[in-house]
């Protein structure tokens, strides 16, 4: 067999774990290691470990530049306090290192958590049956492993072997997928290529958004009508501002036509606002603030239930987003 054909194979038998049998718990796919994940309460992907033999869930978070670990949790998973700090969300945050995550069949080891306050974030990180997640797995760990994540079967596959990587582009284009380009922004999120009425934009894939969410100024820019809804949004300062509606007709991902819906519109980008979303019953819930850099045409974030509508497959070893 030729190394072509190999690994077009191994695609095909990874695709056909990822979306077949999405319950095969520690399963491995040709150099990757699989774990399972759910969905919480608010429709976020949850990710559960053992961290350092002990449990622990983690919102999977592919638009946190870092991963975050509740600062009352470090003591009972045994984290060792680093010697200096990382940076993110315009402040600092101390630094301590895991030595063995186990997610699934992965070992993933010396694990670098920023240790938060959940006053910081707003409030607790939504977790499972009601408690709140011990943190966050973000871009830093998810990038390191070259992770696979697919949204419809909620799995994510870190990749264990370099000299592995899978031909996904050839195979999902024969299931009828759309290959879609991620790039990485200069403020270090993941932006695809979009456009609505004809003007072209960028949305952030962030499967920390609950929803998909259209930035009000962008909107009003092109021209596309919104209307008052029931929802509210919460920012830091506790001030609670309204959330519109818009209705989209022609919204395309890079090459995929997204059928006509309806998507929240808000305030995502003004000065000293925070970006990212968890929503909740009724409200809307921020916990980050991020603003993109001068010139990149943000129109809001690609949020979890439009991702699981088009049983998006995001491969961070690529950099592609896979759309049916």
Do not use: W
């Not at 063995?100 to 707003?122: K, M, N, P």
């Not at 000299?163 to 380009?181: E, N, Y």
């Amino acid at each position: 067999m030729c190394a072509l054909s190999a690994r077009l194979l191994a695609a095909a038998l990874f695709l056909s774990s990822a979306v077949a049998a999405p319950s095969r718990e520690g399963a491995s796919t040709s150099g990757y290691e699989r774990a399972g994940l759910f969905r919480g309460p608010q429709n976020h992907l949850l990710l559960p470990t053992t961290a350092n033999g002990k449990p622990a869930t983690f919102l999977l978070d592919t638009g946190a530049e870092i991963s975050f670990l509740r600062a009352d949790r470090a003591s009972d998973f045994g984290l060792r306090l680093l010697a200096r700090e990382g940076r993110s969300l315009g402040r600092s945050f101390p630094l301590a290192a895991l030595d063995d995550l186990q997610a699934g069949s992965a070992h993933l080891r010396q694990t670098t958590f920023a240790l938060y306050e959940s006053s910081e974030f707003g409030g607790p990180i939504p977790g499972r049956n009601g408690k709140a997640a011990d943190g966050v797995i973000g871009l830093d760990v998810l990038r390191r492993y070259r992770a696979v994540i697919n949204c419809r079967t909620r799995e994510v596959f870190f990749r264990t072997d370099p000299a592995r990587r899978l031909a996904l582009a050839t195979t999902t284009r024969a299931m009828g997928f759309v290959q879609v380009p991620i790039r990485q922004s200069r403020r270090g999120y993941l932006a695809v290529p979009c456009s609505i009425r004809g003007r072209p934009g960028q949305l952030v894939v962030d499967t920390g958004a609950f929803v998909t969410a259209l930035d009000d100024e962008a909107m009003r820019a092109i021209g596309l009508p919104s209307e008052r809804s029931l929802l509210t949004a919460r920012g830091f300062n506790g001030r609670v501002r309204p959330v519109f509606l818009a209705q989209t007709e022609d919204l395309k991902i890079g090459a995929a036509v997204i059928a006509p819906q309806k998507f929240a519109v808000m305030d995502l980008f003004a000065e000293n606002k925070p970006r990212r979303t968890y929503t909740g019953i009724n409200r809307i819930e921020y916990y980050s603030a991020q603003k993109p850099a001068p010139g990149e045409r943000i129109f809001g974030l690609l949020g979890n239930e439009l991702l699981d509508q088009r049983r998006a497959i995001i491969d961070l070893d690529g950099m592609s987003l896979f759309l049916k």
